[in-house]
């Protein structure tokens, strides 16, 4: 049974510079969700696709956030002009119904310098 | 929108039980509480989920109070395994989409 892969596990980069993360879904799961954790707190929402289609947006997802899911199975997940604050776990999951629960990759943390 | 709260850390002996409250004084008829533990590195690992009634299954039991404001999540026979943040949550958002963690319980298993 295939999980939900992240790729990188682990990304340095400096302040100022573009990131991309990849999150590839459970293979029949038509709904994909990103989330953000920094430490110490709980993750918390960022987007959430269904299909192709983003259906909703965190008000955390600032305009130097992009996220797409073009072929309703792999997403990504970039952010350009990278800040210090943007240091964190980015984690993505996915579920085949709405109601049902939502399975969790590794995450993708990312440091900034 | 719903949310949870939850004791900020608990101590467990290896081997007893272990019971982790949640309050979700605001939750709606119809949504589900889910709880998800973390271990350090890892992402959210689901355990198990409950609309009404009682559930249970291999890694835990979950009760629900009749007015459904709070539940438990009981670990039956902790292990050092078990040490990790658990988080009680529920959905919110427009779509009902989002997850909100909240902190979570740090629980402890001692040996």
């Known amino acids: 049974d295939t999980g939900v892969s992240q790729d990188p596990r682990h990304k340095i980069t400096k302040r100022g510079q573009n990131v991309t993360f990849r999150c590839d879904p459970i293979s029949e799961h038509n709904r994909l969700y990103w989330y953000r954790q920094t430490l110490g707190q709980g993750p918390e929402f960022l987007t959430y696709f269904q299909n192709e289609a983003q259906l909703e947006k965190s008000r955390l997802l600032s305009d130097r956030f992009s996220a797409e899911r073009p072929k309703g199975s792999f997403s990504t997940l970039e952010i350009q002009r990278t800040e210090q604050g943007d240091s964190a776990m980015y984690l993505c999951?996915?579920?085949?119904?709405?109601?049902?629960?939502?399975?969790f990759g590794d995450g993708t943390r990312l440091s900034i310098l | 929108d719903a949310k949870t709260t939850q004791p900020t850390s608990m101590d467990c002996a290896e081997g007893r039980a272990a019971n982790l409250p949640c309050n979700h004084s605001?939750?709606?008829?119809?949504?589900?509480v889910y709880w998800y533990r973390q271990i350090h590195s890892q992402g959210p690992q689901y355990i198990i989920h409950g609309l009404k009634n009682n559930e249970t299954n291999e890694m835990a039991s979950l009760i629900i109070t009749e007015d459904r404001k709070s539940s438990t999540l009981i670990l039956p026979h902790a292990t050092l395994r078990d040490t990790a943040v658990y988080y009680c949550?529920?959905?919110?958002?427009?779509?009902?989409?989002?997850?909100?963690f909240g902190t979570g319980t740090s629980l402890t298993v001692i040996p």
């Open positions: 949550i529920v959905r919110v958002g427009d779509t009902g989409n989002q997850f909100y």
């Open positions: 605001t939750i709606s008829g119809n949504e589900y």
């Open positions: 999951a996915s579920s085949l119904r709405g109601w049902q629960p939502q399975h």
